[in-house]
């Protein structure tokens, strides 16, 4: 392979200021200056876009460029001729006399880049011709794949590309792309040979950590009130629950704006600009806050609600802490949520995708070892030793011997004949004296007032556990009520130990909250 190393740094330094290259750009480049077809996964931020900037400028003819982001076009076009790279965007925003005047200077050889929606690329089948198109860069690739997170059914006919310019090399780049999504990406661009660069998705500065979703607002609280000079960013799966917040941590004497897809346009706009310039210091948001904001003293990122995937997740939380200073990232985890974003998903094209996705999401919040082990490996990144920077690492979690605890949920089930939820098996084992409970007759139950020793979180820390462990399940589609599967039977019957972690007293979880 030729050395392209002496020939680049003045291209480097000349057109983009920079002295050296960031982990791999150098290679990717050289890679794609030998024509190969590249696959690059690389973290929002990361430095994708010199990777085919660089080699456009090298190149003889022009490098396409295809983007589903139309609204960002024009000032990524802006920044490159800013700079001195002749550049262009083609899409429908423009008239037929402007289009026909991007085709004739490509023509002619003179755009280095030209960006182009994929809807547009009909629009380009002029020029769609190896003497003039040196290179073709998919961008956001991730939005080929129905396995993606933001999947685009324009980007599905892109494997035409590699058949009408075969010696053309095409990188395609991404910044969230699980193993599955990858291999789409390679089939449907039709570049199964494609070299790929993975860099590591590791942000080692964001702590991670999962909470029980019990009197969440009050946890909140706490939380910012030990912040109090932190800015950060709470999402929220409904509008309604970023309003409520924002009222009770305005209420608490912070500056916090909602921001949601009710606001227009310009209101959103300046929820976004506050933020930046640190007027607002807090965001409730429901939707994509965030992307292409670029705030690099974001200290923490809450997630009110579990997001849908671990792509989703792992995005917001890397809106924090772009410094590289510590920041943290905050999971409620609730069984309500799960059951919420699994009637989302059901009926949904690709339904049966969106509820494995699901599943490993629930899987990372019940997780009893390190949480960013099981992140990274979800990415095909795999950590040799346990990270030390989440709740898990931090507070391994103690098991005894929770046989007789198991053995009072279970039989409280049973004895409720299926038909409650939670809530209810807690009540009963409590000895609760609410109108549901004596409306139904329920103090006549054996094991009612068997468990006044142990508080109400503690049963529910072990009746999610059980469900974890497969003794009990809920049964979504029938209002939530535990069921018991055959793996309860063994317990019940046959004394089969169960073991269970021991929940934190309220103190340790005021430590743990204090010290990360
Ligand atoms: P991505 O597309 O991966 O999100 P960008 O290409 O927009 O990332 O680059 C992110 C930031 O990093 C930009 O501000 C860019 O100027 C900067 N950057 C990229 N490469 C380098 C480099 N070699 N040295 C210093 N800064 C760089
Ligand atoms: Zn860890």
């Known amino acids: 392979m030729p050395d392209f190393h002496n020939e680049l740094i003045p291209y480097l330094k000349k057109y983009f200021g920079f002295d050296r290259f960031r982990q791999q750009q150098e290679a990717i480049i050289t890679a794609v200056l030998n024509k190969d077809d590249c696959l690059v ?13 660089l080699p456009a400028l090298l190149f003889k003819g022009t490098t396409l460029v295809i983007s589903p982001l139309i609204a960002l076009m024009k000032d990524q076009v802006d920044g490159l001729n800013a700079n001195g790279i002749p550049a262009a965007f083609f899409n429908s925003s423009q008239s037929a006399q402007e289009q026909q005047a991007i085709l004739d200077s490509t023509h002619k050889g003179e755009l280095k880049l030209l ?51 075969p010696q053309t090399p095409i990188i395609a780049l991404t910044a969230t792309a699980d193993k599955a999504t990858r291999q789409d990406i390679l089939a449907q661009l039709q570049i199964p040979e494609a070299k790929q660069f993975l860099a590591s998705f590791d942000r080692k500065n964001i702590s991670l950590e999962v909470r029980a979703a019990h009197d969440r607002v009050t946890q909140i609280l706490q939380f ?21 917040l924002v ?8 500056k916090v704006a909602a921001y949601h897809a009710g606001l227009d346009f310009d209101s959103r706009n300046k929820v976004q600009e506050d933020f930046i310039f640190d007027k607002t210091q807090i965001v409730c948001a429901t939707i994509a806050f965030g992307i ?16 849908k995937n671990i792509e989703g997740y792992y995005q917001e939380i890397g809106r924090s802490g772009r410094d590289g200073l510590a920041a943290h990232a905050l999971l409620f985890h609730s069984y309500a949520d799960v059951i919420q974003l699994q009637r989302f998903a059901s009926g949904a094209t690709n339904e049966e995708v969106q509820l494995a996705k699901l599943e490993r999401m629930k899987q ?3 997780a009893s070892s390190c949480r960013r082990k099981i992140l990274l490996s979800y990415f095909g990144e795999y950590l040799q030793a346990d990270c030390g920077n989440c709740d898990v690492c931090k507070n391994p979690p103690q098991f005894f011997d929770g046989t007789v605890i198991a053995q009072k949920i279970l039989s409280t089930i049973a004895r409720l004949k299926e038909s409650e939820a939670t809530g209810t098996v807690i009540d009963v084992l409590r000895g609760a004296q609410n109108t549901n409970i004596l409306d139904k007759n329920y103090q006549q139950i054996k094991t009612y007032g068997i468990g006044k020793d142990i508080s109400w979180n503690h049963w529910q820390h072990y009746a999610i556990q059980l469900i974890n462990q497969g003794l009990c399940e809920i049964a979504f589609h029938k209002n939530n009520v535990l069921r018991l599967t055959d793996l309860a039977k063994a317990v019940l019957f046959n004394n089969t130990k169960v073991q269970l972690s021991q929940p934190l007293s309220k103190e340790e979880q005021m430590a743990v909250r204090k010290e990360s």
């Open 41 to 53: 996964i690389m973290p929002t931020g990361g430095g994708k876009s010199i990777c085919f900037q």
């Open 115 to 165: 960006y182009v929606a994929p809807e547009s690329l009909q629009g380009l089948s002029p020029i769609l011709y190896e003497e003039y198109v040196s290179c073709v860069a998919v961008d956001e690739a991730h939005c080929i794949s129905s396995w993606g997170h933001d999947f685009r059914p324009s980007y599905q006919q892109l494997g035409f590309l590699k058949a009408s310019l």
């Open 224 to 244: 910012i009130e030990q912040r109090p000079n932190e800015s950060g960013i709470i999402y929220c799966l409904s509008r309604k629950s970023t309003e409520t």
């Open 247 to 254: 009222e009770k941590i305005r209420n608490s004497g912070f």
């Open 292 to 307: 292409g904001i670029d705030k690099s003293n974001v200290r923490w990122v809450i997630h009110y609600n579990m997001p």
């Open 364 to 366: 990372f919040s019940e």
